[in-house]
């Protein structure tokens, strides 16, 4: 139903970071350049706002978001900085993040917080973890009369987890503040409906789990902050509402986000939540072999509402030889892992996509860390 042009000789378990577009998809793409290229003033003056704002109309439906709202961006950290850079800081203000953060965003929190006297706070979310309600608990606990936004992974980076999004929404709400959701992992992972989830801000991308043409990415803004938020490049269309400013920022390709209706399409038509139910079935079955063959305890239970198509599994090493390690799978034994330094510890997380991957790929990796990390 689709094909992947990845390197056969090469075991590629990192779909988090950089999945695979299929060649279905780069073919749409190719055709669209080709048209552009034909006559690019017709496709970008005269008719690039009615292409995006067909391309913007399913991924909205998709998302169950309002269209007003949805606006395309070229990645998660692009929308990121276009609202936490708008929004009306004052000197004094908190922003509480988790130590389960991307790095990006802690910069742009750094950077955004040195510019207006804020300030940057981290939850500590515990790590190995019993269930969500530790995730709540942590957060709540680093509120202060000064928290003027939460800025929360959907999905975290370097530990996998599913944080309860609802919940900590509703929290958020309960006590005034703003809350940014990073969903960078959630399209394509886990199911989204923006419309009963309520965050003031939402930004996701949609060239990891649903394998669009890299550069393609989604920010939502709720109704309430539509006037409030501007792209981090103002051109032509400052002033006439989310779509316009976001829509045009100066030249640039916008065939990624055009190809984003028929990346939705392939999605559903590989099983849609059977095509994710399988993604989270390889990781479940992986991070059981490669915790067996290392002799560690998983960070966190078997359960669904904490983990899907990523999980991050402790590793029996010292930091630091964390490098040589990653340099060594990568190298030698043709493994495409992160292999990562996160709160003092190592650990390697998997992914898991039911298009290319197998069941004996995770073997294969438990084999080489067993062999590096014990076996030597």
């Not at 996509?353 to 995770?362: D, M, S």
Request: glycine share 6%; net charge negative.
């Amino acid at each position: 139903m689709a094909t992947y042009l990845l390197d056969r000789n090469v075991c590629f378990l990192n779909h988090g970071s950089f999945g695979a577009t299929p060649s279905e998809l780069l073919n749409v793409q190719a055709k669209l350049r080709r048209t552009l290229e034909s006559e690019p003033v017709d496709f970008l003056n005269r008719h690039i706002e009615e292409r995006i704002n067909d391309a913007r109309r399913p991924v909205a439906d998709f998302l169950n978001a309002d269209l007003d709202g949805t606006v395309f961006v070229g990645n998660a950290t692009s929308g990121f900085n276009a609202v936490v850079q708008s929004f009306p800081w004052k000197e004094g203000d908190q922003i509480l993040t988790t130590n389960h953060r991307y790095d990006a965003v802690r910069n742009t929190l750094t950077y955004v917080a040195s510019r207006h006297g804020a300030e940057v706070v981290e939850a500590h979310v515990p790590f190995p973890i019993l269930g969500p309600t530790e995730v709540l608990d942590a957060i709540e606990s680093a509120i202060t009369t000064r928290t003027r936004m939460m800025v929360i992974d959907q999905i975290t980076s370097p530990t996998a987890l599913i944080f309860p999004v609802r919940e900590i929404i509703d929290l958020a709400k309960s006590r005034g503040i703003a809350i940014m959701i990073d969903g960078a992992h959630a399209p394509g992972q886990v199911d989204i409906n923006l419309h009963t989830m309520g965050a003031d801000f939402w930004v996701g991308n949609l060239h990891k789990w649903l394998c669009a043409p890299k550069g393609a990415a989604v920010l939502y803004v709720a109704e309430q902050w539509r006037e409030t938020i501007h792209p981090t490049v103002i051109s032509h269309g400052f002033g006439q509402g989310l779509a316009a400013e976001f829509g045009w920022c100066g030249t640039h390709d916008p065939t990624a986000w055009l190809c984003a209706p028929d990346a939705i399409t392939l999605h559903q038509e590989q099983g849609g939540s059977l095509f994710r139910a399988a993604h989270h079935t390889l990781v479940q079955n992986g991070r059981a072999v490669i915790a067996d063959a290392l002799n560690v305890e998983l960070p966190h239970p078997d359960d669904s509402r904490m983990y899907g198509s990523m999980a991050s599994i402790p590793l029996p090493c010292s930091v630091d030889i964390v490098p040589k390690l990653f340099k060594s799978v990568r190298s030698e034994d043709q493994i495409e892992v992160p292999i990562i330094v996160w709160d003092d510890r190592a650990w390697v997380r998997i992914s898991g996509f039911a298009g290319y991957n197998t069941a004996e790929q995770y073997e294969r990796l438990a084999h080489a860390l067993q062999a590096r990390l014990i076996g030597a």
